[in-house]
């Protein structure tokens, strides 16, 4: 179970929906205090859980969110599949024995998907 949530500060939440939702992610639940309010909402893959919001005292524009995953190349296809922008596709950019690809939500949160080797776990 993961213990931390991170929260990304979002401009429209329907349109990062849209966007996650490319990336697998689906919603868990949606908040607002009132119709004309900000959302706060969470969405989740998998063990992988983010809270988005609309509030602009939660957090800025320009997060930066690490997710380990089994195959950050198999994510890859995906996401280019859904046709998601991949900002820097996989690579070993943080040593022989990691993975790693980067992906920019449209509010300019980055995302990085990051697989290590076996022996890099041990």
């Not at 609309?54 to 997710?67: K, P, S, Y």
């Not at 046709?83 to 920019?104: C, Q």
Request: aromatic share 12%.
């Amino acid at each position: 179970m993961q213990k931390v949530i991170p929260a990304l500060r979002v401009r429209s939440y329907e349109v990062s929906r849209g966007f996650y939702g490319k990336l697998g992610f689906e919603e868990k639940w949606k908040h607002k205090f009132e119709p004309s309010l900000p959302v706060f909402a969470s969405i989740a893959r998998d063990d992988m859980e983010l809270f988005l919001t609309e509030h602009a005292g939660d957090c800025q524009f320009g997060g930066l969110v690490h997710f380990y995953v089994s195959d950050v190349d198999l994510y890859y296809r995906q996401f280019r599949d859904q046709g998601v922008p991949i900002a820097e596709p996989p690579s070993n950019s943080l040593g022989p024995e990691t993975r790693d690809m980067l992906v920019v939500d449209p509010d300019g949160n980055r995302l990085s998907f990051i697989t290590r080797s076996a022996e890099a776990t041990k």
